[in-house]
């Protein structure tokens, strides 16, 4: 049912904005941003089981947070510790979902 929503309300925001021809918010002329979170993404799911969830998911969320303004560091990294520690304790924890462990074996 979700999925279905999900691909409703897509369909609905990219008919608007069709519409409307504003710029989107996303990576706009600048698709070499979006390529490079994509291959990030491909080398995410690659090393997901190797490195586990914790590690995997922090480096693709620098990654990911590098490609948009600001780039600041300091926020960056904080940003992807708080997006690793939530997902670890909403899927991990609370949820009862087996993540992939990898080396740190947590």
């Known amino acids: 049912i979700s999925g279905v929503l999900l691909g409703c309300l897509s369909i609905c925001i990219f008919i608007i904005a ?7 918010p996303g990576f706009g002329k600048d ?9 990030g993404l491909l080398i995410y799911d690659l090393l997901l089981e190797r490195l586990g969830f914790l590690i995997s998911t922090f480096l693709f969320m620098i990654l990911a947070l590098l490609s948009f303004p600001p780039r600041r560091m300091v926020s960056i990294f904080v940003v992807s510790s708080l997006t690793v520690i939530i997902s670890y304790l909403i899927f991990g924890l609370w949820l009862k979902v087996q993540l992939p462990k990898g080396i740190l074996g947590i």
């Open 18 to 24: 069709t519409l409307q021809k504003k710029a989107s």
């Open 31 to 39: 698709w070499k941003k979006g390529l490079w979170v994509l291959g």
